[in-house]
C-alpha cells in the first residue's frame, strides 16, 4: 500500500473543487452553551463539487474549541475510511488545528491525542491533504453543525433548506 501524502504546502483560502478522483470533506464544529453539547458537521464533495455525502450529529460538551474542530476533523477521515475513499482532502476553517495538522512535530497539547489518531488514520490513504479555508467558505459544513440533531443524520441527498449552502461555497 503506497503512503499517504501529508501536505505541508500552503492551502487555499477559497472553497475550491478538489482534482479528478479526490474527494474532499470539509468539517466544522459548534459549542451550544445552553445543552452543554456540541454539533458536528462534514460534507463529501466531489471534482464536480456536488455532495457525494454529508453527516450532521450532537456529543457532549468538549470544552476547547480547538478539541471541538479536531473531532470535527476525525469524524471527516472516519467518514472518508467508511466509504473506502482512497484519495481524500480534508478542509476546515482553523487555523491552529490545521497547523498541527500538517506539522511534523508530535503534539503534546491536550488536543495531542486526537491529532495523532487523524495523522495515524490518513496514512492509510494512498492521498490524503489537510487545507485550510476561510471561515465564509465553510458555511455548509458550520451550518450542518450549527443545526445538529440528538442522534445525528446523514445522507447523499443533501437537505433541500441547506441546499443554497452548497453553492454559495464556491463563490467565496
Known sequence: M???ILTPTPSPILWSPPGEGVIKLN???AMFLSSLDI???VIARGSDGA???WKSFRKRWLPEPEMVEAVAAREAVFLARRFGWR???IEGDCANLHRKLISHQPD???I????RDIK???ADFDLCSFLLVRRIANKTAHCLARTSAGSGLEGSCFPPMLANLLISDSEY
Open 108 to 110: 503534546c497539547s491536550t
Open 120 to 122: 495515524c488514520l490518513a
Open 27 to 29: 468539517y466544522d464544529g
Open 39 to 41: 454539533g458536528i458537521g
Open 112 to 115: 495531542g491525542a486526537v491529532i
Open 2 to 4: 503506497t503512503p499517504a
Open 51 to 53: 455532495c457525494v455525502w
Open 87 to 89: 484519495k481524500i482532502a
